[in-house]
């Protein structure tokens, strides 16, 4: 998705939700700086492993019992938490892993440290986390933003860490299987707003099943 496409679909998230695309602005040119000084992933690159077929793994609670029984062959991108599962429970280091640092980002680093290329996205909750984490990623790395792209970073629409690695990966040309997606239930997250879950992941469905 470009971003003339995806303006207007972001418009209505943060009228929505309340966010302020100020302080996305403020968390994208963040990461941006942050990025300068990191092993940036190309977009060629990234095009290149995302060629062909793709499995995205979302972060649903029933991913475990999922991952059991899934064919983990191929390119595998993994939803910001549900790298844990896959490294823990499967065995298998994702190729790509997209977040937001809100999961497991030790888990995050140690993928990185074993190949994983890292797509990092900036809004504007995460900037404590931003600057904690970015310098610490050892692999390539690559900053998205939900408002308007610049510099180094690239925005292929796309709202919660799931459905915004499905648009990448489609927007790069790779077709796309997903695995632990459930749009009803969210895993639990001590602190979390259940009700504001259950509205992201309605927009997550519509994004996938429009875009």
Same mark, same amino acid.
């Given at each position: 998705?470009?971003?003339?496409?995806?303006?207007?679909?972001?418009?209505?998230?943060?009228?929505?939700?309340?966010?302020?695309?100020?302080?996305?602005?403020?968390?994208?040119?963040?990461?941006?700086?942050?990025?300068?000084?990191?092993?940036?992933?190309?977009?060629?690159?990234?095009?290149?492993?995302?060629?062909?077929?793709?499995?995205?793994?979302?972060?649903?609670?029933?991913?475990?019992?999922?991952?059991?029984?899934?064919?983990?062959?191929?390119?595998?991108?993994?939803?910001?938490?549900?790298?844990?599962?896959?490294?823990?429970?499967?065995?298998?280091?994702?190729?790509?892993?997209?977040?937001?640092?809100?999961?497991?980002?030790?888990?995050?680093?140690?993928?990185?440290?074993?190949?994983?290329?890292?797509?990092?996205?900036?809004?504007?909750?995460?900037?404590?986390?931003?600057?904690?984490?970015?310098?610490?990623?050892?692999?390539?790395?690559?900053?998205?933003?939900?408002?308007?792209?610049?510099?180094?970073?690239?925005?292929?629409?796309?709202?919660?860490? +799931?459905?915004?690695?499905?648009?990448?990966? &489609?927007? /790069?040309?790779?077709?796309? *299987? !997903? @695995?632990?997606?459930?749009?009803?239930?969210?895993?639990?997250?001590? +602190?979390?707003?259940?009700?504001?879950?259950? &509205?992201? /992941?309605?927009?997550?469905? *519509? !994004? @996938?099943?429009?875009?």
């Amino acid at each position: 998705m470009d971003f003339e496409e995806w303006e207007p679909i972001y418009e209505r998230i943060v009228e929505e939700f309340g966010f302020s695309r100020q302080a996305d602005e403020e968390a994208a040119r963040l990461l941006n700086d942050l990025l300068a000084k990191k092993d940036e992933c190309p977009l060629e690159l990234l095009r290149r492993k995302l060629s062909g077929g793709v499995t995205v793994c979302g972060n649903a609670p029933g991913l475990e019992e999922e991952l059991s029984s899934a064919d983990l062959s191929g390119t595998i991108i993994a939803a910001d938490g549900a790298t844990s599962a896959l490294m823990h429970v499967a065995g298998r280091v994702p190729d790509v892993i997209v977040t937001d640092l809100d999961g497991d980002v030790a888990d995050q680093l140690a993928a990185s440290a074993q190949g994983a290329i890292v797509v990092i996205h900036a809004h504007g909750d995460n900037m404590d986390a931003l600057r904690r984490y970015v310098p610490r990623f050892s692999g390539k790395v690559m900053g998205t933003t939900q408002s308007r792209p610049f510099g180094c970073l690239h925005n292929f629409g796309g709202f919660t860490d +799931g459905d915004r690695a499905v648009l990448m990966a &489609r927007h /790069l040309g790779a077709t796309v *299987r !997903l @695995i632990g997606f459930d749009f009803e239930t969210a895993r639990p997250k001590e +602190g979390r707003d259940d009700a504001t879950k259950r &509205r992201k /992941l309605a927009w997550a469905r *519509r !994004l @996938i099943s429009e875009h």
